[in-house]
Protein backbone atom coordinates (compact mmCIF):
# COMPACT_ATOMS: atom_id res chain seq x y z
CA UNK A 1 0.00 0.00 0.00
CA UNK A 2 1.11 3.94 -0.62
CA UNK A 3 -0.12 6.57 1.39
CA UNK A 4 -0.96 9.84 -0.60
CA UNK A 5 0.91 12.13 1.64
CA UNK A 6 4.07 13.39 2.59
CA UNK A 7 6.48 10.21 4.09
CA UNK A 8 7.40 10.41 7.56
CA UNK A 9 11.21 10.33 8.35
CA UNK A 10 12.10 8.04 10.88
CA UNK A 11 12.93 10.43 13.33
CA UNK A 12 9.25 12.36 13.06
CA UNK A 13 7.67 8.60 13.71
CA UNK A 14 9.57 8.31 16.88
CA UNK A 15 9.17 11.50 18.20
CA UNK A 16 4.94 11.05 17.42
CA UNK A 17 5.46 7.50 18.78
CA UNK A 18 7.00 8.47 21.84
CA UNK A 19 4.19 11.33 21.84
CA UNK A 20 1.57 8.39 22.16
CA UNK A 21 3.63 6.25 24.81
CA UNK A 22 3.71 9.60 27.05
CA UNK A 23 -0.06 10.20 26.41
CA UNK A 24 -0.50 6.60 27.45
CA UNK A 25 1.62 7.22 30.82
CA UNK A 26 0.04 10.16 31.82
CA UNK A 27 -3.45 10.54 30.79
CA UNK A 28 -6.24 8.98 28.07
CA UNK A 29 -5.96 11.81 24.86
CA UNK A 30 -9.97 12.35 26.14
CA UNK A 31 -9.30 13.66 29.02
CA UNK A 32 -7.30 16.71 27.93
CA UNK A 33 -8.16 17.16 24.34
CA UNK A 34 -12.38 16.91 25.36
CA UNK A 35 -14.26 14.14 24.06
CA UNK A 36 -15.72 16.10 21.38
CA UNK A 37 -12.36 17.30 19.93
CA UNK A 38 -10.71 13.69 19.81
CA UNK A 39 -13.90 11.63 19.01
CA UNK A 40 -14.76 13.00 15.69
CA UNK A 41 -15.19 9.44 13.81
CA UNK A 42 -18.55 8.05 13.86
CA UNK A 43 -16.54 4.99 13.43
CA UNK A 44 -15.21 5.64 16.97
CA UNK A 45 -17.58 4.74 19.37
CA UNK A 46 -18.20 6.94 22.44
CA UNK A 47 -17.26 4.89 25.11
CA UNK A 48 -17.78 5.84 29.28
CA UNK A 49 -15.42 7.90 30.82
CA UNK A 50 -12.79 6.27 33.36
CA UNK A 51 -9.21 5.73 33.83
CA UNK A 52 -10.48 1.83 33.73
CA UNK A 53 -12.09 0.56 31.83
CA UNK A 54 -14.23 -3.63 31.13
CA UNK A 55 -14.98 -5.21 27.87
CA UNK A 56 -17.72 -7.75 27.59
CA UNK A 57 -15.63 -10.14 25.77
CA UNK A 58 -17.79 -13.60 26.56
CA UNK A 59 -18.21 -13.46 22.11
CA UNK A 60 -14.69 -13.01 21.23
CA UNK A 61 -14.00 -17.48 20.14
CA UNK A 62 -18.06 -17.96 21.11
CA UNK A 63 -19.91 -20.08 18.06
CA UNK A 64 -23.41 -19.03 19.66
CA UNK A 65 -22.37 -15.17 19.46
CA UNK A 66 -24.47 -14.08 21.57
CA UNK A 67 -22.37 -12.69 24.20
CA UNK A 68 -24.85 -11.32 26.90
CA UNK A 69 -23.31 -11.84 30.62
CA UNK A 70 -25.80 -10.69 33.74
CA UNK A 71 -25.37 -7.35 35.59
CA UNK A 72 -26.34 -8.22 39.60
CA UNK A 73 -26.86 -5.85 42.43
CA UNK A 74 -24.29 -7.47 44.59
CA UNK A 75 -20.81 -9.26 43.92
CA UNK A 76 -22.71 -13.03 44.01
CA UNK A 77 -24.27 -15.87 41.69
CA UNK A 78 -28.00 -16.51 42.05
CA UNK A 79 -30.74 -13.64 42.72
CA UNK A 80 -32.48 -11.25 40.01
CA UNK A 81 -30.04 -9.34 37.89
CA UNK A 82 -30.08 -5.86 37.49
CA UNK A 83 -30.48 -6.35 33.39
CA UNK A 84 -28.63 -8.45 30.50
CA UNK A 85 -24.98 -6.58 29.17
CA UNK A 86 -24.89 -7.65 26.02
CA UNK A 87 -21.62 -8.39 23.24
CA UNK A 88 -18.68 -5.54 23.84
CA UNK A 89 -20.53 -3.17 26.16
CA UNK A 90 -18.20 -1.19 27.74
CA UNK A 91 -18.13 -0.48 31.56
CA UNK A 92 -16.01 2.27 33.90
CA UNK A 93 -14.30 -0.49 36.30
CA UNK A 94 -14.54 1.11 39.78
CA UNK A 95 -13.74 -1.33 41.75
CA UNK A 96 -12.53 -5.04 41.97
CA UNK A 97 -14.01 -6.88 44.53
CA UNK A 98 -14.66 -10.77 46.47
CA UNK A 99 -18.05 -12.86 46.21
CA UNK A 100 -20.21 -11.77 49.25
CA UNK A 101 -21.29 -15.51 49.25
CA UNK A 102 -18.16 -18.03 47.93
CA UNK A 103 -19.36 -20.05 45.23
CA UNK A 104 -17.12 -23.22 45.27
CA UNK A 105 -18.08 -23.89 41.62
CA UNK A 106 -16.48 -21.14 40.57
CA UNK A 107 -12.62 -20.55 41.26
CA UNK A 108 -12.77 -16.76 40.16
CA UNK A 109 -14.40 -15.42 43.36
CA UNK A 110 -13.39 -11.81 41.78
CA UNK A 111 -16.21 -9.21 40.76
CA UNK A 112 -15.98 -6.23 39.36
CA UNK A 113 -18.05 -2.79 41.00
CA UNK A 114 -19.86 -0.64 37.77
CA UNK A 115 -22.22 1.83 37.78
CA UNK A 116 -24.98 -0.09 37.16
CA UNK A 117 -23.76 -3.33 39.45
CA UNK A 118 -21.71 -6.14 39.61
CA UNK A 119 -20.00 -8.27 36.74
CA UNK A 120 -17.98 -11.26 37.24
CA UNK A 121 -14.56 -10.35 36.77
CA UNK A 122 -13.97 -13.46 34.24
CA UNK A 123 -16.47 -12.22 31.71
CA UNK A 124 -14.67 -8.32 31.64
CA UNK A 125 -11.17 -7.62 29.81
CA UNK A 126 -9.76 -5.09 31.52
CA UNK A 127 -8.73 -2.32 29.24
CA UNK A 128 -8.49 1.73 28.78
CA UNK A 129 -9.40 4.45 26.42
CA UNK A 130 -6.53 6.31 24.75
CA UNK A 131 -7.00 7.36 21.20
CA UNK A 132 -4.17 8.56 19.39
CA UNK A 133 -2.90 11.25 17.06
CA UNK A 134 -2.34 9.18 13.86
CA UNK A 135 0.50 9.13 11.75
CA UNK A 136 -0.47 11.11 8.53
CA UNK A 137 1.95 9.08 5.91
CA UNK A 138 4.19 5.77 6.62
CA UNK A 139 7.85 6.13 7.93
CA UNK A 140 10.10 7.27 5.62
CA UNK A 141 11.38 3.99 3.66
CA UNK A 142 9.23 1.62 5.80
CA UNK A 143 7.11 -0.43 4.10
CA UNK A 144 4.54 -0.44 7.74
CA UNK A 145 4.81 -0.27 11.13
CA UNK A 146 3.21 -2.26 14.20
CA UNK A 147 0.50 -0.56 15.84
CA UNK A 148 -0.65 -1.49 19.44
CA UNK A 149 -4.74 -1.05 19.81
CA UNK A 150 -5.50 1.44 22.74
CA UNK A 151 -8.93 1.93 23.07
CA UNK A 152 -11.45 -1.07 24.05
CA UNK A 153 -12.72 -2.03 20.38
CA UNK A 154 -12.41 -0.61 17.12
CA UNK A 155 -14.61 -1.64 13.91
CA UNK A 156 -12.86 -2.91 10.98
CA UNK A 157 -14.13 -2.19 7.33
CA UNK A 158 -13.02 -5.70 4.88
CA UNK A 159 -11.77 -4.46 1.35
CA UNK A 160 -11.91 -7.71 0.31
CA UNK A 161 -15.35 -8.31 -1.41
CA UNK A 162 -15.15 -12.27 0.02
CA UNK A 163 -14.21 -13.26 3.60
CA UNK A 164 -11.51 -15.27 3.60
CA UNK A 165 -10.75 -16.38 7.43
CA UNK A 166 -12.93 -18.62 8.99
CA UNK A 167 -13.31 -15.22 11.79
CA UNK A 168 -14.23 -12.96 8.90
CA UNK A 169 -16.96 -15.63 7.45
CA UNK A 170 -18.76 -16.23 10.92
CA UNK A 171 -18.97 -12.68 11.82
CA UNK A 172 -20.08 -11.98 7.99
CA UNK A 173 -22.75 -14.98 8.60
CA UNK A 174 -24.11 -14.00 12.16
CA UNK A 175 -24.77 -10.34 10.70
CA UNK A 176 -21.91 -8.99 13.10
CA UNK A 177 -18.85 -5.87 12.80
CA UNK A 178 -15.66 -7.31 12.73
CA UNK A 179 -13.74 -6.05 15.27
CA UNK A 180 -10.19 -5.52 16.94
CA UNK A 181 -9.76 -5.22 20.73
CA UNK A 182 -7.68 -3.45 23.18
CA UNK A 183 -3.73 -4.45 23.66
CA UNK A 184 -4.06 -6.75 20.08
CA UNK A 185 -0.89 -6.18 17.51
CA UNK A 186 -1.50 -5.64 13.79
CA UNK A 187 0.58 -4.50 11.02
CA UNK A 188 -0.22 -1.42 9.31
CA UNK A 189 0.58 -1.17 5.65
CA UNK A 190 -0.96 1.71 4.32
CA UNK A 191 -2.67 5.47 5.13
CA UNK A 192 -5.45 6.92 3.90
CA UNK A 193 -8.41 10.37 4.59
CA UNK A 194 -11.53 8.99 4.60
CA UNK A 195 -14.31 10.84 2.90
CA UNK A 196 -15.00 12.22 6.29
CA UNK A 197 -11.93 13.60 6.79
CA UNK A 198 -10.36 10.62 9.31
CA UNK A 199 -7.09 8.89 8.89
CA UNK A 200 -7.35 5.08 8.64
CA UNK A 201 -4.85 2.59 8.02
CA UNK A 202 -4.78 -0.31 6.25
CA UNK A 203 -4.77 -3.18 8.78
CA UNK A 204 -2.89 -6.33 7.73
CA UNK A 205 -1.67 -9.03 9.32
CA UNK A 206 2.23 -10.07 8.43
CA UNK A 207 2.24 -13.68 9.78
CA UNK A 208 -0.53 -16.22 8.95
CA UNK A 209 -3.08 -14.04 7.22
CA UNK A 210 -4.93 -16.01 4.44
CA UNK A 211 -6.05 -13.23 2.80
CA UNK A 212 -8.48 -10.81 5.04
CA UNK A 213 -7.40 -7.09 4.59
CA UNK A 214 -8.69 -3.81 6.77
CA UNK A 215 -9.42 -0.21 6.54
CA UNK A 216 -9.33 1.02 10.48
CA UNK A 217 -9.51 4.42 12.40
CA UNK A 218 -5.73 5.84 12.66
CA UNK A 219 -6.59 7.19 15.81
CA UNK A 220 -7.08 3.51 17.71
CA UNK A 221 -3.60 2.37 17.29
CA UNK A 222 -0.41 3.59 18.52
CA UNK A 223 2.83 2.78 16.91
CA UNK A 224 4.90 0.55 18.70
CA UNK A 225 8.60 1.74 19.42
CA UNK A 226 11.97 -0.42 20.08
CA UNK A 227 11.53 0.67 23.95
CA UNK A 228 8.50 -2.18 23.44
CA UNK A 229 10.28 -4.66 21.89
CA UNK A 230 13.77 -3.41 24.08
CA UNK A 231 15.31 -6.81 26.06
CA UNK A 232 14.79 -7.28 29.53
CA UNK A 233 18.68 -8.58 31.56
CA UNK A 234 19.94 -9.23 28.14
CA UNK A 235 22.98 -9.93 29.58
CA UNK A 236 22.07 -12.43 31.62
CA UNK A 237 23.29 -16.05 30.47
CA UNK A 238 20.16 -17.48 28.24
CA UNK A 239 21.01 -21.11 29.77
CA UNK A 240 19.85 -19.75 32.74
CA UNK A 241 16.49 -18.35 32.17
CA UNK A 242 13.82 -20.40 32.53
CA UNK A 243 9.78 -20.58 32.07
CA UNK A 244 8.30 -22.19 34.58
CA UNK A 245 4.54 -23.02 34.02
CA UNK A 246 2.14 -24.65 36.92
CA UNK A 247 -0.55 -26.24 35.81
CA UNK A 248 -1.94 -27.18 38.83
CA UNK A 249 -1.38 -23.36 40.17
CA UNK A 250 -1.55 -21.97 36.85
CA UNK A 251 0.88 -19.79 37.26
CA UNK A 252 4.12 -18.97 35.40
CA UNK A 253 7.42 -17.91 37.31
CA UNK A 254 10.29 -16.72 35.19
CA UNK A 255 13.83 -17.71 36.74
CA UNK A 256 17.52 -16.74 36.67
CA UNK A 257 18.94 -19.48 38.08
CA UNK A 258 17.74 -19.49 41.69
CA UNK A 259 16.06 -16.08 41.68
CA UNK A 260 12.64 -15.72 40.71
CA UNK A 261 12.17 -12.15 38.71
CA UNK A 262 8.80 -12.60 37.15
CA UNK A 263 5.39 -14.38 38.49
CA UNK A 264 1.54 -14.11 37.01
CA UNK A 265 -1.22 -16.17 36.86
CA UNK A 266 -2.08 -17.81 33.45
CA UNK A 267 -4.88 -20.27 31.72
CA UNK A 268 -3.66 -23.45 30.02
CA UNK A 269 -5.68 -26.01 28.41
CA UNK A 270 -8.52 -27.41 29.05
CA UNK A 271 -7.86 -31.29 27.64
CA UNK A 272 -5.29 -33.06 29.53
CA UNK A 273 -2.70 -33.31 28.11
CA UNK A 274 -2.92 -30.22 25.88
CA UNK A 275 -0.24 -28.17 26.75
CA UNK A 276 2.57 -30.57 27.05
CA UNK A 277 4.26 -31.58 29.93
CA UNK A 278 8.64 -31.46 30.28
CA UNK A 279 11.61 -28.90 29.04
CA UNK A 280 10.75 -27.54 26.17
CA UNK A 281 12.92 -24.94 24.27
CA UNK A 282 11.12 -21.76 22.49
CA UNK A 283 11.76 -22.00 18.55
CA UNK A 284 9.78 -19.09 17.77
CA UNK A 285 8.65 -15.79 18.82
CA UNK A 286 6.57 -13.07 16.71
CA UNK A 287 5.19 -9.70 18.07
CA UNK A 288 1.76 -10.44 16.38
CA UNK A 289 0.41 -13.57 14.53
CA UNK A 290 -2.91 -14.95 13.07
CA UNK A 291 -3.45 -18.66 15.13
CA UNK A 292 -6.10 -21.25 13.98
CA UNK A 293 -6.74 -24.67 14.16
CA UNK A 294 -9.82 -27.12 12.80
CA UNK A 295 -9.48 -30.36 14.52
CA UNK A 296 -11.00 -32.95 16.20
CA UNK A 297 -9.92 -31.59 19.99
CA UNK A 298 -10.05 -27.60 19.58
CA UNK A 299 -11.61 -25.25 16.61
CA UNK A 300 -10.58 -21.61 16.45
CA UNK A 301 -9.35 -18.48 14.57
CA UNK A 302 -8.03 -15.39 16.11
CA UNK A 303 -6.35 -12.42 14.10
CA UNK A 304 -4.05 -10.37 16.12
CA UNK A 305 -2.37 -13.11 18.89
CA UNK A 306 0.28 -10.62 20.30
CA UNK A 307 3.73 -11.27 22.09
CA UNK A 308 3.62 -14.68 20.86
CA UNK A 309 6.34 -17.29 22.16
CA UNK A 310 6.35 -20.61 20.52
CA UNK A 311 7.52 -23.34 22.46
CA UNK A 312 6.48 -26.36 20.91
CA UNK A 313 6.29 -27.41 17.39
CA UNK A 314 2.64 -28.00 16.78
CA UNK A 315 1.61 -23.97 17.79
CA UNK A 316 1.62 -24.44 21.17
CA UNK A 317 2.80 -21.09 22.78
CA UNK A 318 2.35 -18.24 25.60
CA UNK A 319 0.66 -15.55 24.17
CA UNK A 320 -1.92 -12.19 25.23
CA UNK A 321 -5.15 -13.72 26.02
CA UNK A 322 -8.09 -10.47 25.49
CA UNK A 323 -10.95 -13.04 25.36
CA UNK A 324 -11.21 -13.81 28.83
CA UNK A 325 -10.06 -12.44 32.22
CA UNK A 326 -10.04 -15.97 33.89
CA UNK A 327 -6.43 -15.93 34.41
CA UNK A 328 -5.42 -18.74 37.34
CA UNK A 329 -8.15 -21.26 35.72
CA UNK A 330 -7.89 -23.73 32.89
CA UNK A 331 -9.19 -21.63 29.68
CA UNK A 332 -7.19 -22.55 26.69
CA UNK A 333 -7.04 -24.83 23.51
CA UNK A 334 -3.53 -25.70 24.78
CA UNK A 335 -1.42 -22.28 24.48
CA UNK A 336 -0.51 -20.72 27.84
CA UNK A 337 -3.00 -17.54 27.84
CA UNK A 338 -1.53 -14.50 29.35
CA UNK A 339 -2.38 -11.07 30.14
CA UNK A 340 -1.22 -8.70 27.38
CA UNK A 341 1.40 -6.76 29.93
CA UNK A 342 2.65 -10.58 30.93
CA UNK A 343 3.23 -11.42 27.55
CA UNK A 344 4.86 -8.80 26.88
CA UNK A 345 6.87 -8.88 29.74
CA UNK A 346 8.15 -12.19 28.95
CA UNK A 347 8.63 -11.59 25.47
CA UNK A 348 10.92 -9.03 25.95
CA UNK A 349 12.96 -11.22 29.16
CA UNK A 350 13.07 -14.56 26.92
CA UNK A 351 15.98 -14.54 24.40
CA UNK A 352 16.72 -14.25 22.02
CA UNK A 353 15.54 -11.19 21.31
CA UNK A 354 12.77 -9.48 18.60
CA UNK A 355 13.34 -6.14 16.99
CA UNK A 356 10.80 -4.12 15.26
CA UNK A 357 12.21 -4.56 11.83
CA UNK A 358 10.78 -8.01 11.16
CA UNK A 359 8.57 -8.59 14.65
CA UNK A 360 9.37 -12.46 14.43
CA UNK A 361 12.88 -14.71 14.90
CA UNK A 362 12.64 -18.34 14.35
CA UNK A 363 15.73 -20.67 15.80
CA UNK A 364 16.84 -24.06 14.94
CA UNK A 365 19.52 -24.40 17.21
CA UNK A 366 17.72 -24.54 20.13
CA UNK A 367 20.34 -25.53 22.54
CA UNK A 368 21.91 -22.97 22.24
CA UNK A 369 20.35 -18.95 22.82
CA UNK A 370 17.45 -20.45 23.77
CA UNK A 371 15.12 -19.85 27.00
CA UNK A 372 13.65 -23.05 28.02
CA UNK A 373 10.09 -23.28 28.71
CA UNK A 374 9.42 -26.20 31.52
CA UNK A 375 5.71 -27.47 32.04
CA UNK A 376 5.18 -29.27 35.07
CA UNK A 377 2.46 -30.12 37.42
CA UNK A 378 3.43 -30.14 40.69
CA UNK A 379 1.98 -29.12 43.94
Known sequence: MTSSNRPVSRRDFLKLAGLGLGVMAISPLTSRLGRTQINRSALLPDFPLGDFLGRNCTADTSMEWGGTIPIMPRPEVGGAKVRDAHRDEVFPWLNEVSATNIDFNLPNQRWVETPEGYIHSLYLQPCRNL?????????????????EVTIPYVDLLMENPVPVSGWMRDHVSFGLQARLYYSQVMWIDGIRTSDSGNVQYHVNELYGNPGDLFWAEGMAFRPLTEEDVSPINPD??????????????????????????????????????????????????????????????????????????????????????????????????????????????????????VGLETGEITWTDWTKGSTHVIVENTI
Not at 134 to 142: C, I, K, T, Y
Not at 239 to 267: A, H, L, M, P, W
Not at 318 to 339: E, L, P, Q, Y
Request: net charge negative; proline share 6%.
Open 131 to 147: PNSPLSALPDGQAGFWG
Open 236 to 353: IDPETKKVIVNTVYQTITCKEGDREVYFCRVSTGMQEGSTPMGEHASWRKLISVRMAANTVASSYDLPGISWTTLFVGDGVAIHAATSHNDFGTVRSHGCVNCKPEDAKWIFRWSQPE
